[in-house]
């Protein structure tokens, strides 16, 4: 097995500690004409830890400053709650299945926005689904994980403040999109202007231009953009 060269910066620790690994010799020091030539040199003596001057690590960089958000905020949550409202709420407290309003019919939406799969009930969100309050709070908390994760693959390694990435679930918890959407190949590039423009085209449901949809996407966009939204 071949052995593994030591990182540059455990290198230089090495180097100012005098403490070299076992068998891996340190690469030897330009000769100083100035230094004294003892007769005899013996062993260098290490120099405790606490008399190291670890200035020349600075220009080390050993962790990123670039923010990669990975869950949203709570201001992202509540940003999805204002538009996503919790319906339908009955006379007897629970909350009730509706159909979606572009389509009047599919996918049949409840609580904060859950459509597709049943958790509570089995099968799938149909009319005649019913949660009660706090098992369609449960549902969203699980689902923003699951869409959020969706928007860490999407984005890759692109600089991203923790209002971008609150919009861009908003986004894709709204239109499922991350993955195919212009906005998200702009933000990689980071086209931070040109994302911002992007949500707005994103303002139809069933073939219809909703203002609902408008004014969410300019929410998202001013979120997306700025920090006073």
């Not at 689904?129 to 860490?152: E, F, H, I, K, S």
């Not at 219809?208 to 997306?224: D, K, P, T």
Request: charged share 20%; net charge positive; with cysteine.
């Amino acid at each position: 097995m071949l052995p593994i060269a030591p990182s540059p910066l455990l290198a230089l620790v090495r180097r100012l500690t005098g403490q070299a690994q076992a068998g891996t010799p340190l690469p030897p020091e330009a000769p100083n004409p100035a230094a004294p030539n003892p007769a005899t040199p013996g062993p260098a003596t290490p120099a405790p830890l606490d008399e190291v001057d670890f200035s020349a690590l600075d220009s080390v960089s050993c962790v990123s400053n670039t923010p990669r958000p990975r869950a949203v905020s709570a201001r992202g949550i509540a940003l999805i709650k204002r538009f996503e409202g919790c319906a339908r709420l009955r006379r007897d407290g629970m909350i009730e299945a509706y159909p979606d309003p572009g389509t009047g019919a599919d996918p049949w939406t409840i609580g904060w926005g859950a459509t597709g799969r049943d958790h509570v009930n089995g099968g799938r969100i149909a009319p005649g689904t019913v949660w009660t309050q706090a098992q369609c709070d449960a549902r969203l908390a699980d689902d923003l994980v699951r869409y959020a994760a969706d928007v860490v693959r999407a984005i890759g390694n692109a600089p991203t403040s923790q209002e971008q990435f609150d919009a861009l679930v908003s986004f894709h918890y709204n239109t499922g999109a991350i993955a195919r959407a212009t906005l998200t190949a702009k933000h990689r590039a980071g086209d931070r202007d040109g994302a911002g423009r992007e949500f707005a085209r994103w303002n139809r449901a069933g073939g219809r231009v909703l203002r609902g949809l408008i004014n969410r996407r300019a929410a998202e966009a001013q979120m997306y953009l700025d920090d006073t939204a």
